[in-house]
């Protein structure tokens, strides 16, 4: 039973587009045809999300008993330094040790996630989907300068 949960968590985060375990994460970017500019993505092109209730040195977004928030939006974990490709900047990109004591990646001190959805709202199921943008007025995507996106909410 432990190992279909396992398996089952997994291919859950392969689904939601989540960095898988075993490496340095990468952090990217692509042209959004929505929002008209360029966004952060993860390896697979998925968009990456800031939330505002976050500070540079702590995640908030966990796993607790009444929100579950990371079991929604999932934390981008690295297991080395992150690594910058295409416009994404090296120089703003960081970590920091969430409370379960891994390593999630951020951008000029914004704590970096994927959106998996949470019902009736949809999940970003593809790369270059925004569905995440403007949650509550409180998660939003980010430019390479680190910018926090509010156009489109």
């Known amino acids: 039973m432990r190992l279909a949960a396992a398996v089952l968590g997994s291919a859950l985060l392969v689904a939601a587009g989540a ?17 008209k500019t360029a966004i952060l993505v993860n390896a697979k092109g998925f968009t990456l999300y800031m939330w505002t209730s976050d500070t540079a040195t702590q995640s908030v977004c966990v ?17 080395g330094d992150p690594v910058a490709k295409g416009a994404a900047k090296t120089a703003l990109l960081g970590t920091l040790t969430r409370d379960d004591g891994t390593t999630q990646v951020t951008y000029k001190g914004h704590p970096l996630y994927t959106w998996t959805g ?3 709202d949809p999940g970003d199921k593809k ?5 995440g943008q403007c949650y509550l007025s409180l998660w939003y995507v980010l430019t390479p300068a680190g910018k926090v996106i509010t156009k489109g909410c």
Not at 26 to 33: D, E, G, R, W
Not at 63 to 74: G, M
Not at 127 to 131: K, V, W
Request: charged residues 10%; positive net charge; proline residues 12%.
């Open 19 to 35: 960095q898988a375990a075993g490496g340095p994460a990468a952090v990217s970017t692509a042209y959004n045809k929505q929002l």
């Open 63 to 79: 796993n607790d008993p009444t929100y579950h928030c990371s079991k929604h939006w999932i934390p981008l974990r690295t297991t």
């Open 118 to 120: 949470i019902a009736p």
């Open 127 to 131: 790369p270059g989907q925004i569905n």
